[in-house]
């Protein structure tokens, strides 16, 4: 069973900076690639960022690009999502994403998704 387990969120200030992190289990993903999305509270999930996981180009939301990083460790089986100059506008609940068959085009898109993380907090207060 493919299990995907966000952790790292937690209450920051403006400013400050976070790291996620999405272990991954149940599956190996050298072929496919790996997103992040966010839902802020009264809004719809949107993209943030997504990388492929064998050869490792990244795709940013333009809402992050500069400020977030994302990244994966195949040995350890885990993405990375590195969030600097964190703004209140970024409070959300961040989840992993992860699609077999897609790109990290379509998973910009939110198409080709087959499977969910749970989600991790993230609170940025001004």
């Known amino acids: 069973q493919v299990q995907l387990v966000e952790s790292g969120g937690g209450l920051v200030q403006a400013g400050d900076s976070l790291r996620l992190s999405c272990a991954i289990s149940?599956?190996?993903?050298?072929?496919?690639?790996m997103g992040w999305f966010r839902q802020a509270p009264g809004k719809e999930r949107e993209f943030v960022a997504a990388i492929s996981w064998s050869i490792g180009n990244t795709r940013y939301a333009d809402s992050v690009k500069g400020r977030f990083t994302i990244s994966r460790d195949n040995a350890k089986n885990t993405v990375y999502l590195q969030m600097n100059s964190l703004k209140p506008e970024d409070t959300a609940v961040y989840y992993c994403?992860?699609?077999?068959?897609?790109?990290?085009?379509?998973?910009?898109?939110?198409?080709?998704?087959?499977?969910w993380g749970k989600g991790t907090l993230v609170t940025v207060s001004s």
């Open positions: 994403a992860a699609s077999k068959s897609g790109t990290t085009y379509y998973i910009s898109l939110g198409e080709n998704i087959d499977y």
């Open positions: 149940g599956r190996t993903f050298s072929r496919d690639a």
